[in-house]
């Protein structure tokens, strides 16, 4: 049986730019209680931008965290009140310079479920038309493009080697299989 929760309290510990951190008191139905430690974070978009050669374009960045230079899918926080296929079109200009005129979903997830909200939307974009990047972190941002035909051995291999990043590239590679035409 699964046990359900009941917040009896929340108390918001830190309170910083991105993410906050509340320590919750929660309630099982048997009346046990326990504290969970949640990091709230905005929802997020991540896209699969493929160009009409078929590249899948990536971003490469120094991640501080990992300690070191990623490749990654396009990806942004979604503002409050945005709607999230507002935030693909400004996310994907802000981060690699294009507007997609096509936008289909690929699913969505999670991030870290045990102690975080991050709920992420994943999109494919296509037919990519050249638009101007806004971002002011540009410049420590190179995008690579990667042939469709050598995505998997870069999931497989970890050159790609982030969660959301992997995940979305999958969803997407399950969706060209369901969505090839007959041949």
Not at 33 to 50: F, L, N
Not at 114 to 142: K, M, V
Request: glycine share 6%; net charge negative; charged share 25%.
């Amino acid at each position: 049986m699964i046990k359900t929760e009941k917040l009896i309290s929340s108390k918001q510990i830190y309170d910083g730019t991105t993410i906050s951190l509340n320590e919750d008191i929660v309630e099982f139905p048997d009346g046990t209680r326990t504290i969970r430690e949640v990091v709230r974070h905005s929802d997020v978009v991540a896209m699969v931008a493929v160009d009409r050669h078929n590249n899948v374009l990536l971003v490469k960045q120094y991640r501080f965290s990992a300690g070191k230079t990623l490749l990654e899918i396009p990806a942004g926080g979604i503002e409050p009140g945005e709607q999230p296929l507002n935030a693909v079109r400004r996310e994907l200009q802000e981060e690699i310079g294009y507007l997609p005129k096509k936008i289909v979903s690929l699913g969505s997830f999670y991030a870290v479920p045990g102690y975080g909200t991050q709920y992420y939307y994943c999109y494919l974009t296509t037919d990519l038309t050249p638009s101007q990047l806004t971002a002011e972190d540009t410049e420590s941002i190179d995008i690579v493009k990667i042939p469709l035909k050598q995505l998997e051995h870069c999931i497989c291999s970890g050159k790609i080697g982030d969660a959301k990043s992997t995940a979305a590239l999958l969803l997407f590679l399950l969706w060209l299989k369901e969505n090839k035409p007959n041949q």
